[in-house]
C-alpha cells in the first residue's frame, strides 16, 4: 500500500518561511504535487514536478514565491515556501502518481495533509 506523508507544517507571520516534505513509499512518480484547500474552498493545486525535476508547474498566486523540488532517491518531493501571505492559509496535501499536473483528479495517492496558517 502506498504511503504518502507530509511534514513541516506550522504557523508562521506574513513575510515568513516554511518548507513542506513529502515522502512517498514505493517507485518514482511521474507527477508529484502540492495541493491546499482553505476552509469552505475547492482544492487547488499549489506545484506540481515532473520526474525528472526540471518541469514544473506552478499557480499564478505562488509563483516567485514557492519554490517545489524533489529527491527521487528519496522518493521525496519539497515544497519551500517564502514570502508567506495570510492568504496561503490552508490544509497542504502532497500528491503522487499524477497523469497531469495541477489537476486533483489526475492523482492516484494522496498525504493527509499538513495544516500552514499565516498571521498577520
Known amino acids: 500500500q502506498v504511503q504518502v506523508v507530509e511534514s513541516g507544517g506550522g504557523s508562521v507571520q506574513a513575510g515568513g518561511s516554511l518548507r513542506l516534505s513529502c515522502a512517498a513509499s514505493g517507485y518514482t512518480y511521474n507527477w508529484m504535487g502540492w495541493f491546499r484547500q482553505a476552509p469552505g474552498k475547492e482544492r487547488e493545486g499549489v506545484a506540481a514536478?515532473?520526474?525528472?525535476?526540471?518541469?514544473?508547474v506552478y499557480a499564478d498566486s505562488v509563483k516567485g514565491r514557492f519554490t517545489i523540488s524533489r529527491d527521487n532517491a528519496k522518493n521525496t518531493v519539497y515544497l519551500q515556501m517564502n514570502s508567506l501571505k495570510p492568504e496561503d492559509t490552508a490544509m497542504y496535501y502532497c500528491a503522487a502518481e499524477g497523469r497531469c499536473p495541477m489537476v486533483p483528479a489526475c492523482f492516484g495517492y494522496w498525504g493527509q495533509g499538513t495544516q500552514v496558517t499565516v498571521s498577520s
Open positions: 514536478i515532473y520526474r525528472g525535476g526540471g518541469n514544473t
